[in-house]
Antibody, heavy 117, light 106 residues
Framework: EIQLQQSGPELVKPGASVKVSCKAS????????MYWVKQSHGKSLEWIGY????????SYNQKFKGKATLTVDKSSSTAFMHLNSLTSEDSAVYYC??????????WGQGTTLTVSS | ENVLTQSPAIMSASLGEKVTMSCRAS?????MYWYQQKSDASPKLWIY???NLAPGVPARFSGSGSGNSYSLTISSMEGEDAATYYC?????????FGSGTKLEIK
């Protein structure tokens, strides 16, 4: 069974950074690009960027350049998203999602990030 | 950025009623993808390559369209269909999502 298991909710202070993880299982991790998507409370979805786990290549939505950094650990089949200089605007649910051809066939359960003092 | 505009934003339908929702792109796209999201759950792939149903999606759903205009139709509304539906394009970066259509039971 294919699963994307994300790390738990985070409560962090403004100005801090956070690293969210997404552990893949049930398939060959390096065969599919991993995307990250932001969903602000009650709002729609935004594509943050993606990483090719095979070679670590990345591409970012211009809006999130400098905000998000994507990495992987192939040995543990885990993708990571690091978010820096957090503000209240970064409070949201963040999803990892596997790309198959041109659509997201599997999603993580989401990680809720709350930025508050 | 290719802006996807979904309409209506919120709609309600009676059980058994036919439902149609729209997604219009500011620039032409090759295909449209649809996701269903229920409260406190992750989005689920619902329709891919404009008209193909994802595994497990009931046959009462269908997708159609081309160019700038796409739609998702439910032939006969059922209770489990109440959810928010998002369209998404993968033709041009950034790969944008629509703002969603929230479908409720009347």
């Amino acid at each position: 069974e294919i699963q994307l298991q994300q790390s738990g909710p985070e409560l962090v202070k403004p100005g801090a950074s956070v690293k969210v993880s997404c552990k893949a299982s049930g398939y060959s991790f390096t065969d599919y690009n991993m995307y990250w998507v932001k969903q602000s409370h009650g709002k729609s979805l935004e594509w943050i960027g993606y990483i090719d786990p095979y070679n670590g290549g990345t591409s970012y939505n211009q809006k999130f350049k400098g905000k998000a950094t994507l990495t992987v650990d192939k040995s543990s089949s885990t993708a990571f998203m690091h978010l820096n200089s957090l503000t209240s605007e970064d409070s949201a649910v963040y999803y990892c999602a596997r790309l198959l051809l041109r659509y997201f066939d599997y999603w993580g359960q989401g990680t809720t990030l709350t930025v508050s003092s | 950025e290719n802006v996807l505009t979904q309409s209506p934003a919120i709609m309600s339908a009676s059980l058994g009623e036919k439902v149609t929702m729209s997604c219009r792109a500011s620039s032409s796209v090759n295909y449209m993808y649809w996701y269903q999201q229920k409260s406190d759950a992750s989005p689920k792939l619902w329709i891919y390559y404009t008209s193909n149903l994802a595994p497990g999606v009931p046959a009462r759903f269908s997708g159609s369209g081309s160019g700038n205009s796409y739609s998702l139709t439910i032939s006969s509304m059922e209770g489990e269909d109440a959810a928010t539906y998002y369209c998404q394009q993968f033709t041009s970066s950034p790969f944008t999502f629509g703002s969603g259509t929230k479908l409720e039971i009347k």
